[in-house]
Structures are given as structure tokens and as C-alpha cells.
């Protein structure tokens, strides 16, 4: 008496083999979008966090640049006062 595993496969068998893989290949492309989202959101949160005290620091450039005009008006000032001397 032939096992299951001896039968040759019917159109059946092979349409059920067939949905059977197609359902594997859509559970693994949602799962592959699913962790690629994630990666996604990790890169996302490490560079905001990165991006974060640079901005900080790039909004304080502009009382930086005030200071350097002041610093530099100064310096003027004082080089014309000497070259008076």
C-alpha cells in the first residue's frame, strides 16, 4: 500500500502548493516592509536626535555674528586711535 509521499502530485496538489507559497511571499513582503519602516523611524529618531543641539547651536549664530560686527568695530576703533598716536 503506497504512502501519501509516493502518489504523484494532482493539479490540486499543486494548486494548493501554489496559494500556499503565495501567501508565504505576501507574509514575508509585509513583514520585510513592516522591519524596513522600522529601520525607517530609527534612522529618523537618531538623526533628529543628532540634528537637534546643531540647531540649537545654528540659532545662536546670530548673536554670534552681532558680537563679531561689535568686536570688530571695536578693534577698528582702537587701531584708528592708535594710528592718531
Avoid at 4 to 29: F, M, V
Avoid at 44 to 69: D, K, Q, T, Y
Avoid at 72 to 78: A, D, K, L
Amino acid at each position: 500500500m503506497p504512502n501519501d509521499d509516493d502518489r504523484p502530485a494532482t493539479k490540486q496538489d499543486l494548486n494548493d502548493l501554489r496559494n500556499e507559497l503565495h501567501g508565504s511571499i505576501d507574509r514575508l513582503r509585509e513583514e520585510l516592509v513592516e522591519q524596513m519602516r522600522d529601520m525607517q523611524t530609527e534612522v529618523l529618531r537618531a538623526f533628529h536626535g543628532w540634528a537637534s543641539p546643531i540647531e540649537i547651536r545654528l540659532r545662536a549664530l546670530p548673536n554670534m555674528e552681532e558680537r563679531l560686527v561689535l568686536l570688530e568695530e571695536r578693534v577698528s576703533g582702537i587701531e584708528r586711535r592708535e594710528k592718531r598716536t
